[in-house]
Nanobody
Framework: QVQLVESGGGLVQAGGSLRLSCVAS????????MGWFRQAPGKEREFVAT????????RYAESVEGRFTIFRDNAKNTAYLQMNSLKPEDTAVYYC??????????????WGQGTQVTVSS
């Protein structure tokens, strides 16, 4: 079993930056691929970024490519999502997940409770 706790969300102006953290407890964090997803009001949860357990392979949604960076520190059992050049359309609840690194929600076994990101125009 893995427990995931996100933090770092908040209110930021367009063009600003935030760094989300996802701290994992339980079974070996380093054996899991990590993903970030987001869900805006009235919309389905969508893929944002994923990172292989090795930390060397990443994939991003086209909407965030070049602005967001996913990375991990296995010594701290933590995954991160650095978000730069934020846009109002990035407003959503952001969730981290642990499982097989993939763009698909079905590939993840464990989910955090989410952290709200609001970008004002």
């Amino acid at each position: 079993q893995v427990q995931l706790v996100e933090s770092g969300g908040g209110l930021v102006q367009a063009g600003g930056s935030l760094r989300l953290s996802c701290v994992a407890s339980g079974r070996a964090f380093s054996t899991y691929g990590m993903g970030w997803f987001r869900q805006a009001p009235g919309k389905e949860r969508e893929f944002v970024a994923t990172l292989h357990r090795s930390g060397t392979m990443t994939r991003y949604a086209e909407s965030v490519e070049g602005r967001f960076t996913i990375f991990r520190d296995n010594a701290k059992n933590t995954a991160y999502l650095q978000m730069n050049s934020l846009k109002p359309e990035d407003t959503a609840v952001y969730y981290c997940a642990a499982g097989q690194n993939s763009w698909s929600r079905k590939s993840y076994d464990y989910w955090g409770q989410g952290t709200q990101v609001t970008v004002s125009s």
